[in-house]
Nanobody
């Protein structure tokens, strides 16, 4: 079993920046696909960004390209999501997810086996 714990959420004004982190424990996550999802009230959970370290690949939703950066130096370091130029519509609960089988694209929520509890991000005008 893999346990994922997110941190770094909070409130920020539109145009500002936040950094989210996800710490993994319980199993080595080498060659896993690691991703960030978000879910706004009344909306479905959507993929934001993913990284497949084994393939040195990153994937982003169109809505965050150029504003968000996902990174993980190696399997022992936390998964980061650096968010800049934040918009009101980025307000959501952000979840860290992990999939042992790797990934070749961003994928949907059903593609990921392990999930964190989420951290809230509120962007206000």
């Amino acid at each position: 079993q893999v346990q994922l714990v997110e941190s770094g959420g909070g409130s920020v004004q539109a145009g500002g920046s936040l950094r989210l982190s996800c710490a993994a424990s319980g199993h080595t996550i080498s060659n896993y696909c690691m991703a960030w999802f978000r879910q706004a009230p009344g909306k479905e959970r959507e993929a934001v960004a993913a990284v497949y370290t084994a393939g040195l690949s990153t994937y982003y939703a169109d809505s965050v390209k150029g504003r968000f950066t996902i990174s993980q130096d190696n399997a022992k370091n936390p998964l980061d999501l650096r968010m800049s130029s934040l918009k009101n519509e980025d307000t959501a609960t952000y979840y860290c997810a992990a999939e042992p089988a790797g990934c070749a694209m961003l994928g949907s929520s059903t593609s990921y086996r392990y999930w964190g509890q989420g951290t809230q991000v509120i962007v206000s005008s």
